[in-house]
């Protein structure tokens, strides 16, 4: 392995220890489910999904499992609408 390949997996490693770096905006995460699949979507501070669950509610399992595995890394709403600009 090269030397500059070394350097970028050191950075990466850095990187994934300073979670504080990531701000997260906009991505989609499909849920493969027994029955079908869900999209959960987290556009600027707010997840939604595609579930009939979450159309009543505006909460879900597959919401509630994307903030327990990104727990400290979502910022709260508000601070995500001031990222937003």
């Known amino acids: 392995m090269d030397s500059a390949m070394i350097s970028k997996i050191m ?3 850095q ?3 300073e979670r504080n770096r990531m701000h997260f905006k906009t991505f989609t ?3 493969t489910g027994d029955h079908r699949d869900h999209m959960v979507t987290y556009d600027h501070g707010q997840l939604t999904c595609t579930c009939d669950f979450f159309a009543q ?3 879900c399992s597959h919401t ?3 903030e ?3 727990e400290g890394m979502l ?3 508000a601070e995500a609408e001031a990222l937003a600009v």
């Open 11 to 13: 950075k990466a490693k």
């Open 15 to 17: 990187y994934a220890e």
């Open 29 to 31: 995460v499909v849920f």
């Open 57 to 59: 509610r505006s909460v």
């Open 64 to 66: 509630m499992a994307m």
């Open 68 to 70: 327990r595995v990104l």
């Open 75 to 77: 910022p709260a709403p």
